[in-house]
């Protein structure tokens, strides 16, 4: 039996048709002008803010003794910490696309520090990010979230999908959900840079710090090659600072000042990654049906709250404008928001679940897809679902 449980957003990705889409032109015939420009004062100031907020919240680490009596304390610190650098990513983000600046050196330059301290190759980043905002929830040419399916072709698709809803079947919905959480919010991240885990298989197994064999090239073309091995040396950089400090100050501080924090950045970072392209109710696309117009309609924003948009420059809560137009900067993509959610109401997709439902529903219900070849789709398969939709 086909089962399609539904989400906050109650099935209206799933009523979506190709002329309900609107056209790029139409797209930005609503937004002002000024929108799509930077301006490179105002992102420095946001980017000062940010700086300002964690030099705040390092003070406030120092403070703390470095104990293992203490290590409650420090976990606290290191979700508050990372919270905080999130902002960091954000930026870094937005210099990758091109948002933060008309100033290219400065972005790049930037853009390059703030994810090489974040042990983010940069430019490798820059380039399969831009895979994936071309091809968002396109079942054979994503680059990230790509779905098991479920009795597949096995040429174009990631086949896998029956074996692993047997697997959560035997699991349970509530272990199956766990099991999902702790893979893709603590391992989740690395596993992309180092295996390009969970991408279609047209890019094979990818490494962002290693662009050439044993690993595939499919992501890295032409100039691209050179750019992954230029990434990499900030990130060695960095790393050889943080033997530095180890060697000074001992390995507990840099865990709990560095490492720990770290770690929440990159569970934040696959939160919103994750939920703004998966839900339980959200289709993925068939090449036929595929536009570039119809995957980015299919981000969904969500509502993170007034402090984490304060904090993560509402990275989450305007991510179908960011999809569409990513050189859009992050402030002025909020007020572009209101006006798209007002011009194309049938389209636009706000999940009003809280975040750790969103989280929960995604981890239990989003398994494999199914093809639904009469309407060239692929709809997620539930097997824990009680009111289910026939597909």
């Given amino acids: 039996m086909s089962n399609i449980k539904l989400s906050g957003l109650k099935g209206q990705a799933l009523l979506l048709e190709n002329r309900d889409i609107p056209s790029l032109k139409e797209f930005k015939d609503v937004i002002p002008n000024h929108y799509f420009k930077s301006n490179t004062k105002t992102s420095l100031m946001y980017l000062l803010r940010s700086a300002l907020i964690q030099l705040l919240v390092v003070a406030i680490g120092l403070h703390i003794?470095?104990?293992?009596?203490?290590?409650?304390?420090?976990?606290?610190?290191?979700?508050?910490s990372g919270t905080t650098a999130m902002g960091f990513w954000v930026i870094a983000h937005e210099c990758g696309h091109g948002a933060f600046s008309e100033n290219r050196t400065l972005e790049t330059i930037t853009g390059y520090l703030l994810h090489s301290l974040l042990l983010v190759p940069y430019f490798s980043w820059q380039r399969s990010h831009a895979v994936h905002h071309r091809f968002t929830n396109n079942v054979t040419n994503g680059e990230t979230h790509v779905p098991l399916v479920i009795q597949g072709n096995g040429i174009t698709e990631k086949v896998g999908g029956e074996k692993e809803l047997h697997f959560s079947k035997s699991l349970g919905k509530k272990n199956y959900g766990i099991i999902q959480l702790v893979l893709h919010l603590i391992f989740g991240w690395p596993a992309y840079l180092l295996t390009g885990s969970t991408g279609g298989i047209k890019y094979g197994t990818s490494n962002h710090f290693w662009p050439t064999k044993p690993f595939s090239k499919a992501l890295w073309p032409s100039i691209w090659t050179k750019k992954v091995w230029i990434s990499d040396i900030g990130v060695a950089l960095t790393l050889l600072g943080i033997l530095y400090f180890i060697f000074i100050y001992g390995l507990f501080p840099v865990i709990a000042l560095y490492f720990g924090p770290l770690m929440v950045v990159n569970c934040w970072l696959v939160v919103y990654t994750w939920l703004h392209h998966t839900d339980s109710d959200v289709p993925h696309l068939s090449n036929t049906k595929f536009s570039f117009m119809r995957g980015a309609f299919l981000s969904i924003d969500r509502p993170y709250g007034k402090i984490l948009n304060f904090l993560h420059h509402n990275i989450g809560s305007s991510?179908?404008?960011?999809?569409?137009?990513?050189?859009?900067?992050?402030?002025?993509?909020?007020?572009?928001?209101?006006?798209?959610?007002?011009?194309?109401?049938?389209?636009?997709?706000?999940?009003?679940?809280?975040?750790?439902?969103?989280?929960?529903?995604?981890?239990?219900?989003?398994?494999?897809?199914?093809?639904?070849?009469?309407?060239?789709?692929?709809?997620?398969?539930?097997?824990?679902?009680?009111?289910?939709?026939?597909?």
């Fill in 65 to 80: 003794p470095f104990t293992l009596n203490m290590m409650p304390i420090w976990i606290i610190y290191s979700i508050l």
């Fill in 319 to 391: 991510h179908v404008v960011h999809h569409v137009c990513p050189n859009i900067p992050h402030y002025h993509a909020k007020k572009a928001t209101l006006l798209i959610k007002e011009a194309f109401k049938k389209a636009y997709l706000f999940n009003p679940d809280p975040i750790h439902k969103a989280l929960w529903n995604v981890a239990c219900n989003c398994v494999a897809v199914k093809s639904e070849c009469d309407k060239r789709r692929y709809v997620w398969q539930s097997l824990y679902n009680k009111r289910s939709k026939k597909s």
